[in-house]
């Protein structure tokens, strides 16, 4: 991130707190609190995995069964209790009433996310262990938040967050978010683990609607490996401490929340790209000219996670036959003699045939953090309903028909042998 | 290949020539014609990318005209002829000119391939200058064979070739293939470059159809990173020299050919995934006991190309958790707590629950160079038809329903850091 969290930034009504409690073998930090002093309107999606962890079942239900009034998230890296049987059921459950007992709420007002391992046994002991100081020691502060961003790290190489704040009514209303996620990441529905806090007044079932606009736009548009997790979530909470009230009777103010809050979700999901396992760049995949918006996502999620092209991406490589021949095993009928691409700005392909282009100035454009690429089929954008195509003595004859104009944008990274190692030494 | 070719493996009625055109820049093979000495039966499968290469649209042009009577097949490596517009179909057109003035027959009845670098426009006058000393030099003995084997490879470490013969009527048909390929492989209709050659004199629809269902079990089960190729095609061609007729008026000839004929298209098929692009190990996903065999094909897909999967296959980890999750992102239902999953004949998940087993065992197993995956989804076989359930005094109680179980499997290979490097490095 290019700017530090200051307390300007911290929405009011809440409390943060880390520690150290043993999970992680490294004996960093892989326990955080997330506390709301009075009980917030939450929203939170969650994986869509056949398989999900403990968490993410048990906190599905808290969310249901509290309506969505929240007080706190607890979160543990080093293990994602996922496949653990129903010793790992009891273990999320006992958090939770721990959690509960520390800030005199009910279990069910306790989300819990776990994030790691798959499939080892969860040792809840050390999370029982810490949890007294937790509660005791949680702040509104950077530092305190700073704390939480880097507790939920497994093999993120960065702590990751992102803020924004928006005036409604003179009042000034703060967004604050933190994520983790370096692989296993493909998410559609949700993904990772993110949370974000905010100071405005908003019931949650406005909250959920936003969140999962949001989502839908950011997250769900980033992709390392095509590899969905099983514990990925997302969750806000919202203590209405901003004493700004966001409701559907107001469309201008929920407009402008849910654009600091889309662009809060846009920051973290960009930068979870970035620290993709191994990634040394992020691609943009532009599809442009789809018959459908359907038809341009999955093109470009195609594209975005093909072997071939990620790891040409990690040679700066303008292989655009890579990504050609990716589009074309997506499952959507185009027609190639239509297609342009373009590399970096570079124009490469059009009209099914290769352009001369310069291949140095290329590959030194594709060598940058960030790389754009259009994948344009060649449909027209749609004429204004009604006009008229004008000149060359051709009114009334019969016009090419009106193709939709379709497109789509999802981020990637680079295919490099440090993802390979970083995956292929994982456990043993 | 265990065994080495002989004069006997030779199919009857069959030339083979190759040589260096020029189009590789190490020199190497790179051209390479099959001949058959009078119009042989042919059937090819090509292809299903939306995107294709002109030789493969010109090829399915040609057996379609020709009434799938052909005479030649010719091949280059190092170029794919692929999204090179109007030239590049004017090469492959040309290219199948040049051959049938050699032959004597008609372009026709020429089946063009080429494989290599797609975008690249053709330089076709080395086809030409190289194809007259080729048609001259075209002999039916090992060598020859062997030097086509080597002519059509681009990234391949070996090359591949597979014999099979079997006894119709006391006389022995003889069916010879060879194939290249080790990236952008992840074929579903057909796959890679495979030539296969025989002199069984069978009707072209009767060997079209045994094709498909070869192709369907054999090259379209296997995976190396999820990329259709632009420039897939699989090709056979019936001389008919050895005399024995096989008809649909004969079923047992006609399983006895099929079965020799898959047995072909199975060993030159896992022997492109075991040469996959920085592969160490084979692995075969197999799916059991699911509701389709569809729905068990998906899945078995999803782990096999699982970049998560392939990476711990890489470190020979036994992350069933992995497998697990790249199971449930596959878009088909179901229940996690039937799921049991054996690696290499080690259980290490039954029933939602992860097993005790020796983990460095499992490592040291996991570093052969076949490794078998097995994942049940719990699925009851379907007992035989009006057989009553016996003991437990339940006779006339209400059965538990009876689940159909349906199994598939996907051979993949590992993802190493070779792969990257092999294909970061490919043009730049």
Redesign the interface.
Known sequence: MNFRLTSRSIPRGFRFASAACGLKRSGRPDLALLVSDAPASAAAVFT?????AAPVTLSRRHVRRAAARMRAIVVNSGN?N?????EGMAASLETARAVGRELGCRPEEVIVCSTG?????LRVEKVFAALPALGQNARNSPAAFSGVTRAIMTTDTRSKWAAASCRIGGRRVRILGCAKGA??I?PRMATMLAFLVTDAAIAPALLQRALREAVSRTFNCITV??????NDTVAVLASGASGVRISSHSPLATNHFSAALESVCRKLALVIVRDGEGAQRVAEIEVRGAPSARAADTIARTIA????VK??L?????????I???????G???D?ARVEIRLAGIRV?A????LEFD?RRA?RRLLAPFVKIVFHLGGKVEKGKGKREKGKGKIGASHSPLVASHSASIWTCD???D??????????
């Not at 490996?225 to 099983?230: I, N, P, R, V, W």
């Not at 050609?324 to 997506?330: D, P, S």
């Open positions: 869509t995995n056949q398989v999900e994602a996922c496949a653990t049987g129903a391992v798959i499939g080892v046994p692989g296993m493909a490996d095509g590899d969905t997790s099983t996670n093909s072997p071939l790891t040409a990690a040679g700066a490589d303008p292989n655009w036959g890579r050609l021949a990716a589009a074309g095993r997506a959507v009928p185009f190639p392909f009209r099914g045939k290769p291949e590959h295919f490099t042998g993802y390979v190692r970083i995956n292929a030494d994982y456990r043993t």
